[in-house]
């Protein structure tokens, strides 16, 4: 575990993700995903069950290459930073990033920690040698700290995400460690 400070001078706590932290986890998923539409997910629609994502997190928790990150600030989940690989030979060297963060606590500095985080994790596990993401084309201040971090635009994928009958192109970045 360990605390920073954000640009507002909040604490928060940043830890690896428990078993126990399931369905607190199942619930920010629900909230955030109506916060925006940046997310592959709208509200109310991480259908997962608590005993489902438990055993995912033991799962993750058990991969070299793999890990979850909470940030919480006064006990409450404000977001969260994960790097999923897969375990298979050929692929095992790629992670897949992801970060939500609540947007009360977007434009502090938060994301750019988490991503510090994980990168700073697959150059240390000694497995990973590319790190992965996708945004939407329209998700600039993401795209602007991606590029800052080093990743390169990979690819575009045409008309990838309709929210509300308009469609929007997913880009796909990549970062070498």
């Given at each position: 575990?360990?605390?920073i400070m954000l640009k507002n001078n909040l604490e928060v706590e940043i830890r690896k993700v428990e078993k126990e932290d399931a369905q607190s986890i199942i619930d920010f998923y629900n909230v955030v995903g109506g916060e925006t539409d940046f997310l592959s997910f709208g509200k109310n629609e991480f259908k997962k069950?608590?005993?489902?994502?438990?055993?995912?997190?033991g799962t993750v928790s058990k991969e070299e290459n793999?890990?979850?990150?909470?940030?919480?600030?006064d006990s409450q989940i404000v977001s969260i930073a994960t790097i999923n690989?897969?375990?298979k030979e050929r692929t095992m060297h790629v992670g897949t990033l992801g970060i939500v963060i609540s947007e009360k606590y977007t434009g502090l500095g938060l994301g750019r920690i988490l991503m510090n985080e994980l990168i700073e994790f697959t150059k240390q596990n000694g497995i990973t040698q590319k790190i992965s993401l996708v945004t939407r084309e329209?998700?600039?201040v993401a795209i602007e700290l991606y590029k800052?971090?080093?990743?390169?635009?990979e690819g575009v994928f045409k008309k990838d995400n309709?929210?509300?009958?308009?469609?929007?192109?997913?880009?796909?970045?990549?970062?070498?460690?």
């Open positions: 575990m360990r605390k069950e608590r005993e489902e994502y438990e055993a995912y997190i793999s890990i979850m990150l909470l940030a919480k600030i690989s897969s375990q329209d998700n600039v800052k971090l080093g990743f390169e635009v309709m929210i509300n009958g308009q469609y929007y192109d997913t880009i796909a970045m990549g970062l070498f460690i």
